[in-house]
């Protein structure tokens, strides 16, 4: 596979500044996340690393070969979209196959039938191969969408939210599968998601995005134990970070404005009064929605726990986030 790089990638389109001089390296092997809300640029991004955009400033290099001027198909890589973006007129085996038979690829006919079947196999479409791709339901679709792009063998894989119009239990097998299928091949991948457990359970990577700018690329546990602002901290983590004022229990250090608590951060038992607002029972643990002060709280207990709507549990924060007027995190 290939290392991606891109440098100072600068793009607008009119007054609106899309991507603003983002400066990162897609290590060679890795599984590496977007993360941001609408707007932040993800989509952009992945367009410039394929061809369909070009930067107005800036570069990207793919296994160490500048871009400039290349179309999607000289870089080689293999996009999957949000759309289905089929062959309506093909079945589901002619869309598997027709990167394939591609005359840069030329594959021979027993190694399509096998990656086909084998691609399908793993999707769980294997019983729609002769189906026409109209005939298919939208998570149908988009399997083979996906399929498309993992039966070829490109320099870097680009996926845009491919697992956003699946059910939820075919997208948490799809996680598995396509981390596993990932790390078996040593394949380059980047991806586009707002979904947070996908960018935990994938990614060895996370980009976060906020509004064109590139905040903060590290690891999910890096960027979750050690974000730059309260912007990164809440990408990641469910419940979501708790950002309070700085002096809701005292001791804050100099300059802090905010403090963030993870759930884990919140010590139960001890400390100052909250008020138990609502119980959600979720099976392997349960959350609490307290009120402290005037403030709303979620955090996490036993899975058993006997705490009720109206009762009284003491709290106190454990190593917390101080942030400072801005957002950004105080050390």
């Keep these: ?15 609106t500044v899309a991507l603003d001089d983002v400066t990162m390296t897609v290590p060679d092997g890795s599984f590496v996340v977007l993360l941001g809300p609408t ?8 367009r410039m690393v394929s061809g369909l955009d070009t930067p107005d400033r800036g570069g990207v290099q793919i296994d160490g070969r500048d871009m400039a001027g290349l179309t999607p198909a000289q870089r080689n890589v293999a996009m999957v979209f949000q759309q289905y973006s089929l062959y309506p007129h093909l ?28 691609i399908a196999e793993v999707l769980q479409i294997s019983h729609k191969l002769d189906n026409k791709a109209t005939a298919l339901s939208g998570g149908e679709m988009q399997r083979v969408s996906i399929g498309r792009a993992l039966v070829r063998n490109p320099a870097v894989f680009l996926m845009d939210e491919p697992l956003s119009s699946l059910d939820a239990k075919l997208r948490a097998d799809l996680r598995i599968e396509l981390k596993s299928i990932q790390a078996e091949r040593g394949a380059t991948l980047l991806y586009v998601t707002h979904d947070q457990i996908e960018a935990m359970t994938m990614a060895t990577h996370v980009g976060v995005l906020d509004r064109g700018k590139l905040v903060q690329f590290g690891s999910p546990r890096e960027i979750y134990e050690n974000p730059v602002s309260i912007y990164a901290a809440s990408r990641l983590g469910q419940p979501r970070i708790n950002v309070l004022p700085a002096d809701v229990f005292g001791g804050a250090p100099a300059r802090a404005v ?14 100052e009064e909250s008020f138990v607002q609502r119980v959600e ?27 009720k709507s109206g009762d009284i549990l003491r709290i106190r924060p454990h190593n917390p986030f101080y942030f400072d007027a801005s957002g950004a995190r105080l050390a």
Excluded: C, Y
Excluded at 1 to 15: D, Q, S, Y
Excluded at 106 to 116: A, F, G, S
Excluded at 282 to 289: C, E, I, M, P, V
């Design 39 to 46: 707007g932040a640029g993800k989509t952009t991004l992945l």
């Design 258 to 271: 905010s403090i963030g608590l993870r759930p884990e951060m919140i010590v139960q038992g001890e400390g």
């Design 91 to 118: 079945t589901v085996r002619q869309n598997l196959e027709f990167p394939l038979k591609s005359p840069i690829l030329k594959t021979p006919q027993p190694e399509i039938d096998r990656k086909v079947g084998q």
């Design 281 to 307: 029972h979720l099976g392997d643990q349960t959350r609490l929605h307290l009120r402290f002060r005037s403030h709303d709280i979620v955090t996490v207990t036993d899975a058993h726990t006997e705490l």
């Design 1 to 15: 596979m290939a290392e991606v790089r891109l440098t100072g990638i600068t793009k607008t389109f009119g007054a």
